[in-house]
């Protein structure tokens, strides 16, 4: 046989997959939407973040001004309690500024006291109860501006109440009534350090009262730095 060359397989074309290159023009649009899209959504995220922040400078220059307007009469300037004795129905004495260290709300009235000194005396026990935890750094005064003894049915219903007999001249010399009205037709808000510095519209019915409720929580909150539950000791 003549000899015949060695099985030599033929070459095959070499498997090349070609990619084209991207075009500049595309990826840099590509690049500067992801730029902006990516900016949007870190937008969104900081004006999430900043909402509290946004809302509570809003409420305070905007909606907390014009919705201040309060229920009571701002005493301006503030008295302070004045340097006198006291005493209870038992006939203890004590310093009125002893009743420092709590929220003080003060009625006025004869130990008499007429069907309006009982309806000042009950929206004082009501409103007092109506703060609830809260009602633990006020309390809830009647001054008694005569010697006359108070009726025993009338204080059965003065258990949580700080009763105390102070003279008629005394109590004028701190408190006032508005023009043209009388001192017992006011209800009085003494503030923890010892000063008068609200008095509230004269007559208060029950319907009115959840208006000086709100003004004495308003109090409450605004002075719950510095303001604390209960004093050493109570008379």
Known sequence: MPNQPPNIDKPHALGLTVYDLPDPATVADDDARRTVAGRWRMMF????????????YLTFYVIRPASLNSFGTLIQPVKALPAVQVTNLQGA?????????????ISVAPASCDAACQQNLYLQRQIRAALGREKDRT??????????????????GLTEALVLRMPQAQIEQWLAPEAGHALAE???????RGNWMMRFPANLTTEQAPKLRRDWERLLRASVSWDKAGRPSTP
Not at 139 to 156: H, I, K, N, T
Not at 186 to 192: I, R, S, T
Request: with cysteine.
């Open 45 to 56: 995220v900081l004006l999430i973040c900043a909402a509290p922040v946004v809302a509570s």
């Open 93 to 105: 004495s004590l310093a009125l500024p002893s009743l420092k260290d709590q929220w003080l709300l």
């Open 139 to 156: 309390d809830w005064v009647w001054l008694v501006s005569d010697e006359a003894p108070v009726d025993e049915q009338l204080r059965a």
């Open 186 to 192: 006011h209800l009085y808000l003494v503030d923890p």
